[in-house]
């Protein structure tokens, strides 16, 4: 090689290469503005879907079926503690009492079908009694009540009720399992 073309090519100034603008690969530019539009439209209905769904969840959650839960002691604040779970839907007091030594009972007061009833675990049966709207009796009458009943020898006297559609939706479901009698 001759030294006069390796002195013209240094003596000249490298070319200056522009940064083309980024695009993105296969899209055409005129579809650019488009396909951000697009992205754009689906990330705020996205936000705005998730924005509702929680609202709603927060909406339901407060005006779901309400159960208060407590534990009430005697009048002296001795004796053995009940617990009562309350629901406004359905009008209903739930309590758990003791049937003996080592076994318990559920006692339902249900004022919307003006309702008693009280099954045992240690047996297979379930009663109930209706009661008068102003007059419904404390827990240690029905307890007492129902445990004299349940002790009584019942036989073939008893016949178990057939149409349990009298019965409210928690006692229903207390007593799905086992023959219901009336007390």
Same mark, same amino acid.
């Given at each position: 090689m001759?030294?006069?073309?390796?002195e013209?090519?240094?003596?000249?100034a490298?070319?200056?290469?522009?940064?083309?603008?980024?695009?993105?690969?296969?899209?055409?530019?005129e579809? /650019?503005?488009?396909?951000?539009l697009?992205?754009?439209?689906?990330?705020?209905?996205?936000?705005?879907?998730v924005?509702?769904?929680?609202?709603g *969840?927060?909406?339901?959650?407060?005006?779901?079926?309400?159960?208060?839960?407590m534990?009430?002691?005697?009048?002296?604040?001795?004796?053995?503690?009940?617990?009562?779970a309350?629901?406004? /839907?359905?009008?209903?007091?739930?309590?758990?009492?003791?049937?003996?030594?080592?076994?318990?009972a559920?006692?339902?007061?249900?004022?919307?079908e003006?309702?008693v009833?009280?099954?045992?675990?240690?047996?297979?049966?379930?009663?109930?009694t209706?009661?008068?709207?102003?007059?419904?009796?404390?827990?240690d009458a029905?307890?007492?009540?129902?445990?004299?009943r349940?002790?009584?020898?019942v036989?073939? /006297?008893a016949?178990?009720?057939?149409?349990?559609?009298?019965?409210?939706?928690?006692?229903?479901? *207390?007593?799905?399992?086992?023959?219901?009698?009336?007390?």
């Amino acid at each position: 090689m001759d030294d006069s073309s390796k002195e013209a090519l240094m003596e000249e100034a490298p070319p200056r290469y522009t940064e083309s603008p980024p695009r993105l690969p296969c899209v055409p530019h005129e579809l /650019k503005g488009l396909l951000l539009l697009v992205a754009l439209v689906v990330v705020a209905l996205v936000v705005v879907n998730v924005t509702f769904l929680l609202l709603g *969840l927060h909406l339901s959650e407060s005006h779901a079926e309400t159960v208060l839960r407590m534990t009430i002691h005697g009048l002296d604040g001795q004796g053995t503690p009940q617990q009562l779970a309350m629901s406004k /839907k359905e009008r209903t007091g739930t309590f758990a009492v003791r049937d003996g030594l080592n076994a318990s009972a559920t006692v339902v007061y249900d004022y919307s079908e003006l309702l008693v009833g009280y099954r045992s675990w240690r047996q297979r049966a379930c009663y109930i009694t209706r009661v008068d709207k102003d007059n419904f009796p404390g827990l240690d009458a029905v307890t007492e009540t129902f445990q004299r009943r349940q002790d009584e020898d019942v036989g073939d /006297k008893a016949v178990p009720l057939a149409d349990r559609s009298v019965l409210g939706t928690t006692i229903n479901i *207390l007593c799905s399992a086992v023959p219901v009698f009336w007390a």
